[in-house]
Each structure stands twice: as structure tokens, then as C-alpha cells.
């Protein structure tokens, strides 16, 4: 079963990076070709039935998986970088932090209107970043049509911000 695998692959880092946290490290799944291929089939099985016409990945782990779906189920990749990191003109969101904010952009056109867009990240976490992109997209006049994740830590009930752009959340191991 993928879940047990993922699990026994995911390492975890104390204390980073901080003191508290229990960082999930998914590097040593990205060292398994075999592995990252039953995760991208895993995600394009379990989203065949969801109008897609775009998957977004968010910097910038969110490029690695999300990439590989887009090829697989022959989507446009787009990406959602830092402000700052793309070049051309862009659309941008700024976000709350717990101290201080941050900014992410796309390119503008990048998503079309009446598009339906996936929204991908290796792991779920408090929602804040989902938030931000989610508006970005809906900015665009598209909707999104769901999210997926490798991970989720459900104890920071990220799930339950998301939720109100879809309720089409797919992760694949929870925490």
C-alpha cells in the first residue's frame, strides 16, 4: 500500500527549522524513481474523474510533482513562485503570516478564464499558502477544482481553510 511505504520513507528532522517542530523530509522519496512514479499514477488515478485544466504547483516543492502530473495527465503546469522570482509581468497576492506577511505571484494569463485548476504542494500545513493561491486563481476568474497533497499534517487543520475554495482534497499520507 503507497501510505506505508510513503510513511516508512518520509524522514522526520527534530527541531527543524526550529526548536518544536518535527520537520516531514520528502527528499528521500525524490531518490526512489520507482516510488515517484507510483505517486504521480496514485494522484492521476484518484483525480481521473475531476474536471482539470491546469495544475498549479506552489514554490517550490510543489514544481516537483506537480510538474510530473501535468505531463502525465497532459495538463498546462503553472507556477506559483515567491515575488521576485518570475520574470515578465505578473499578478501577485500578499498573505498573512504568523509574523508578518508574504507574497506569491504567477505570470498574468497564465490561467485562463473559466479554467478549472488543480492546486499542488508536497504537504498541507496550515492553509495559509493554499489560501493565497486559491485566491490568485479565483483573481483570474478561474475556479479550483481541488488540491493535492503527498502530505498532510491534519493536526493544523489546513484542510478546514482550504475547504471553502473545494472540498476536493486528495493526500496521500496524513500526519
Known amino acids: 500500500m503507497l ?3 510513503l510513511e516508512k520513507t518520509i524522514r522526520d528532522v527534530p527541531d527543524f527549522p526550529k526548536p518544536g517542530i518535527l520537520f516531514k523530509d520528502i527528499a528521500p ?3 526512489n524513481p520507482v516510488l515517484c512514479a507510483e505517486i504521480v499514477d496514485e494522484f492521476a488515478k484518484k483525480l481521473s474523474s475531476t474536471k482539470i485544466d491546469a495544475i498549479v504547483g506552489v514554490e517550490s516543492r510543489g ?6 502530473l501535468a505531463q502525465k495527465m497532459s495538463k498546462p503546469f503553472i507556477m506559483v513562485r515567491k515575488a521576485g522570482k518570475l ?4 499578478v501577485a497576492i500578499e498573505y ?3 509574523y508578518g506577511t508574504a507574497k506569491i ?3 498574468v494569463g497564465a490561467i485562463k478564464k473559466g479554467w478549472n485548476v488543480l492546486i499542488h504542494d508536497d504537504l498541507l500545513a496550515t492553509g495559509g499558502t493554499m489560501c493565497a493561491a486559491s485566491d490568485l486563481i479565483l483573481q483570474q476568474g478561474a475556479q479550483v ?5 503527498v502530505v498532510e499534517l491534519d493536526f493544523l487543520k489546513g484542510a478546514e481553510k482550504i475547504s471553502k475554495y473545494s472540498k476536493n ?3 496521500l499520507i496524513h500526519y
Open 3 to 5: 501510505s506505508t511505504t
Open 29 to 31: 522519496l525524490l531518490e
Open 63 to 68: 514544481f516537483l510533482f506537480g510538474f510530473l
Open 87 to 90: 520574470p515578465g509581468k505578473t
Open 96 to 98: 498573512a503570516l504568523e
Open 105 to 107: 505571484e504567477m505570470h
Open 145 to 149: 477544482s481541488g488540491y493535492a497533497f
Open 169 to 171: 482534497i486528495l493526500s
